[in-house]
């Protein structure tokens, strides 16, 4: 991090001083090398220097439809900026395989940068995420020889839409239809009832002209499920909604309201037969439907979309944690000792236990993507050689890692930004938007419960196994060790041996216990299905818990093989203890219960967290630090790096429209009436 | 709950026929009679039906400014009316005593109806809420009669300036000065830095020419600490800044952005003497300071403030539970079963854990605010007779009840929401809003955490005296009686009373154990102070477990001592065993530590809670239809009372001015040339 040349606050300064590692050799992990750390300094540079992306007046004071202008202006000349980028060849951008623009695309959309340059949600983000992705993967070769080229080249723009209004997880049961007719070879595409509207996807409001609409295919009467269709909406040259489209947006929302999510109804759209992506499945012209041997191949996308969530989640809430942190140093409050100075924020016990696991937390999350990128790249090997064995548990695996680190960063934002009091519900510290973009994770790209019950369903298939003897894949390996957790108990230690394997018989304790609710009930005369729904409950903590072990596992180990300084490896294990313990306590019911943990051994444990807060507390400042966020990311008067919390909150104030002048219009009209009315 | 002439969906009619109570009943029994229940309808369409209150575009869609030009309209109008309403006495509101219109105000601004006309705060309220009250109880007779009458007849608006830049919990550390000069009779107020200007007072902006400010007090040359007084802010015929007033609004807020929240600085700014509010203390013309007497009084304002506080908490999620609750039963998701239709996510096992306790919680929350308001009277007519003894109890007690209220409701609020999927994302869906409102609550009137220290203050004091064999008063008794928890065990079993005694022991155990590390720590040699830092997260634990206990037991002694019908009784019995056992089984390890309950216990407990939420599925509809909370109050599609979840939501999504026109101009200005260029 350079220091800027501007007077920095002398709170933070002494922190910076106090700091016991090497802050950039942190940041050269976090970026995977030096060498990505410059590359990642550049393109921020590259973007964030330009004025073009600078705000007069900040968004939040704009209406919606001026947010959603300003925003298509930013993002257009976001992606012209992109293809301009040097040291990268224009050829790649043009000219699919699309891997280096690919790369650069989710460095600017999956990253922080692009939620720097539009605050709110980008609103041609679908066309690179999702409509040039489908097309690659669902389209023959001729159908990518023709849309991915004209996708590429932006001759249009895409999207995706998929979710109805009353229909959404539940992908079966879509009520889109798409009725081939062979007289003319085409499909008619209909929406039959309001609720099979589409409703929800980015872009598809006023920005696409053109979308893959995922409908049911009916074709010699009969139906043959959802498949996906390319679909024009608008007229490439006017914009107007093309004869028997319906579309628009769909409203004000939490947060990302310049995504422009849309809906969409067709009323007898006919287009042509070419226009069915068929890389797996096909219609023939006279109608016939031929099924594709193999559907795996839209596997990898969503892995992938997965770990690229759980990256985003941890990068969020680096974000949330550094204004939290740096703040916390620079505002004094109270007085703890009478007479004393009131001392910083950070000094209190309480707030540190705020944030210093929500730091933590960065890390786990970001640790644990690590692993099953791997994992995933492993398995990947593994199928193209035909072996398909560890698909589900790499599946289970990313269902639930998705779900906690959805929740987690959300509960972590809004934890960081409460400790902030009331400065961190000002628009301005940047709080509430993370927190919009945070909370909406945890219910798109499945939600959250429903993948936990998902996972669930592979823990308790394992559970049978292992019950009956089988050798289990590696990351559920732990429910052959540990389902004899009733046998006499081991004594406690305060080792970080005896913390991993107690979550490991925590999660296998749940299973256990969830699988045999299950058969209580199914042996009570109820359905299977039954059983399932009433033991719910159970199920979605069994998975948690399972999701949980693995978390605290990836981290323990990550920091133990790293070859890191001395110094830096003592803090990165103090952050691996302090999640551990954190939500060993958070949930120390379940640790009495299926561990060697006993109530005397309680007391200390929370002793344990308290030092570990009290040994963090001197690098707090240091490690958010080493995120190295760029003050245009943070975008926050309370997190800058030079501590001026004060002085920039007032300046972000003056940017309201109502304070440029001293009057508002409403004295006149509303107010002063009002008050003579009582005279 | 009049069925109004229109179709309701099916599922809801369905619900409400399977329904086991009578609703009525339970509408009665929460607004305190069938009097006051057909009162509050009355207010609820005098005000709602006015075609003033209606926004052509919804709010959300405007700018900043326009927001606030429209609540400043709309704010105005509502007290006009409010003036204007049948059965109330003009009188009354022109002449202080100002009861009846006051309880009008409160049942205004306080109650679901004031936010359902202005949704995102009244830029007025302040005046009423704060101005007032603050001359009532901290002027002299004199300055009473001058200044009530002066804001009761609306000459002038007001709003109450406490918070600055750099303080707020900490009143002490209070910058702004108020320094007397005999020489004129006047004080002189200065903001001697940038961080000691007011900061967030509601309605200080634009709106209020007046206000109320807390300074530190210089006279003869010695500060006398934070005293009140009235500051003219602005000229009263053209709204003007007056010299030496630096003023305007911070900016955009997460929620709330109508309450025109303002900053507030002073370049020797001279008030007369008379000025200050000198009920209490005094300075005289000569600059001597005459201290009060006795402080007391002002006592009676912050209960009333905590106790109104946790009703709106109350309020908000059962606003929040009804949206959620109708649109549970209305939309179908999956398949339970192979083959069968999809079933109302209501039926979810899952679901039905993230509703039933969110609607346990809006009694748990009444009944101990009315808990706490009895005891205030008590305690109040005690203090009549200068009995003092109670006072520190019941601000103990409202500390923590305030803290718990704020952020269960704001923690249920949040899984309600994301339990609607990603149309609780929809700004429509009035849950974000919601969430904003209590949220808020979180921070505002001292900070949680800072207010569940303050318990532990208390709790500590009280376990030294139960220590030492003191008898306790009531709410605190049970530390006398579990102090001993530490003997052997009795059974636990699965009754009301053995787990309400539960809580008690839990609530025991963690008080015992936090005053041990304390002691522990002052013995190792760490001041006192030190010591209470170091153990803070554990004090915090305690004033936690010590409300949630309270709230449990009152929640279930209201339930059994209230005489309505039986199958009543059996709902509200169900909620209240369902509201305890979510407790408990959220902090079993609190009770396998400290209460009688075994692990061996647990699974029985589980299934318990299981078998509750079973038994309160058919009545979930039933109960929020209890809530009887008007259409326009919900302002939601998804919770509407017709169900008709769909429709209106599309209608919903056609007010935004995006959807005006089929093309926004920024395709013609951005996309297409962005498009082209790449041609």
Redesign the interface.
């Known amino acids: 991090m350079v220091v800027e040349n501007v007077a920095v606050n002398p709170d933070l300064v002494r922190e910076r001083q106090k700091c016991t590692f090497n802050t950039l050799e942190l940041t050269h992990l976090l970026d995977g090398g030096e060498a990505k750390t410059l590359e990642r300094k550049e393109r921020e540079d590259y973007f964030l220097s330009d004025p073009a992306f600078k705000d007069e007046v900040?968004m939040?004071?704009?209406?919606?439809?001026?947010q959603?202008?300003h925003s298509?202006?930013k993002a257009?000349h976001m992606?012209?900026k992109l293809q301009e980028m040097p040291h990268g060849s224009m050829d790649n951008f043009r000219d699919p395989p699309v891997d280096s623009m690919g790369k650069r695309v989710k460095q600017l959309l999956g990253g922080m940068l692009g939620s720097a340059i539009i605050k709110d949600g980008n609103p041609l983000a679908l066309h690179y995420v999702m409509f040039l992705p489908t097309l690659a993967g669902q389209g023959t070769v001729e159908q990518q020889a023709f849309w991915i080229s004209r996708a590429w080249?932006?001759?249009?723009?895409g999207t995706y839409a998929q979710?109805e209004?009353?229909?959404?997880?539940?992908i079966?049961?879509l009520e889109t239809t798409a009725t081939y007719d062979p007289a003319t070879q085409e499909f008619v595409l209909n929406s039959p009832t309001?609720?099979s509207?589409k409703w929800?996807p980015g872009g598809l409001?006023?920005?696409a002209n053109y979308a893959v609409v995922v409908a049911q295919l009916y074709t010699q009467g009969k139906c043959h499920g959802i498949h996906p269709f390319i679909v024009q909406l608008?007229d490439e040259e006017?914009?107007?909604?093309l004869p028997g489209i319906i579309i628009?947006?769909?409203?004000?929302?939490?947060?990302m309201n310049t995504t422009n999510n849309g809906?969409l109804g067709f009323k007898q759209v006919r287009i042509p037969l070419e226009n069915m992506l068929m890389k797996n499945n096909k219609v023939l012209e006279d109608g016939t439907y031929v099924k594709s041997p193999s559907d795996k191949l839209t596997y990898g996308t969503m892995m992938f979309v997965r770990v690229v969530i759980c990256q985003d989640m941890s990068s969020y809430l680096s974000k949330a944690v550094t204004i939290a942190t740096r703040y916390s140093a620079v505002?004094?409050?109270?007085?703890?000792?009478p007479g004393a100075p009131?001392p910083q924020v950070l000094?209190?016990?309480?707030q540190q236990?705020k944030l210093l696991p929500s730091i933590a937390s960065v890390f786990a999350m970001k640790f644990s993507a690590q692993w099953i990128w791997e994992m995933y790249n492993v398995v990947n090997s593994e199928l193209d050689q035909g072996d398909l064995e560890r698909l589900p548990e790499l599946h289970a695996a990313s269902c639930c890692l998705k779900a906690l680190c959805t929740s987690d960063a959300a509960s972590a934002v809004?934890t960081v930004r409460?400790a902030c009091?009331?400065h961190?519900?000002?628009?301005?510290s940047n709080l509430?938007s993370t927190?919009g973009l945070v909370?909406?994770a945890?219910?798109?790209e499945g939600?959250?419960?429903?993948l936990l019950?998902q996972t669930a369903r592979y823990l308790m298939k394992t559970w049978q196994q292992a019950r009956s003897g089988q050798t289990l894949t590696p990351s559920v390996a732990y429910l052959n060790l540990y389902s004899d957790w009733r046998q006499p108990r081991a004594i406690w230690e305060n080792s970080m041996d005896c913390v991993v394997k107690a979550f490991y018989q925590v999660a296998a304790g749940k299973v256990k216990?969830a699988a045999e609710?299950m058969e209580r009930r199914a042996k009570g005369g109820m359905?299977s299905?039954d059983a399932w729904?009433?033991?719910?409950?159970?199920l979605?903590a069994a998975s948690t818990a399972h999701c949980r072990a693995f978390m605290v596992e990836k981290f323990v180990e990550t920091v133990s093989k790293s070859s890191v300084s001395r110094p830096l490896q003592t803090v990165l294990t103090q952050l691996a203890e302090l999640y551990a313990l954190y939500w060993l306590l958070i949930?120390?019911?379940?640790?009495?219960?299926f561990s060697n943990l006993s109530?005397a051994d309680?007391?200390g444990l929370?002793?344990w967290l308290?030092q570990l807060l009290?040994k963090l507390r001197p690098n707090a400042v240091g490690i958010v630090d080493s995120f190295d966020i760029h003050d245009e990311i943070l975008g926050s008067p309370l997190g800058a790096w030079d501590g001026r919390v004060?002085?920039r909150?007032?300046e972000?104030?003056?940017?309201?429209?109502?304070?440029s002048e001293?009057?508002?219009?409403?004295?006149?009209?509303?107010?002063?009436?009002?008050?003579r009315?009582?005279?």
Chains 1, 2 share one sequence.
């Open positions: 900040p939040e004071y704009l209406s919606h439809k001026e959603y202008e298509v202006r257009c992606f012209k080249n932006l001759e249009i723009i979710t209004l009353g229909h959404g997880t539940f079966r049961g309001l609720t509207y929800w409001g006023h920005t608008r006017t914009h107007m909604p628009g947006e769909i409203g004000a929302k939490l947060g809906y505002r004094h409050q109270s007085e703890m000792k009131e000094d209190y016990r309480t236990y809004e409460l009091g009331g961190g519900y000002m628009k301005s509430p927190y909370t909406a945890c219910t798109y939600e959250n419960t429903v019950l216990s609710h359905s299905e729904n009433e033991s719910s409950i159970e979605v949930n120390k019911g379940d640790f009495l219960m109530p309680v007391d929370q002793l308290e009290a004060y002085e909150m007032f972000e104030s003056q940017k309201s429209p109502l304070n001293p009057v508002n219009k409403s004295f006149h009209e509303y107010l002063k009436p009002f008050l009315s009582n005279l």
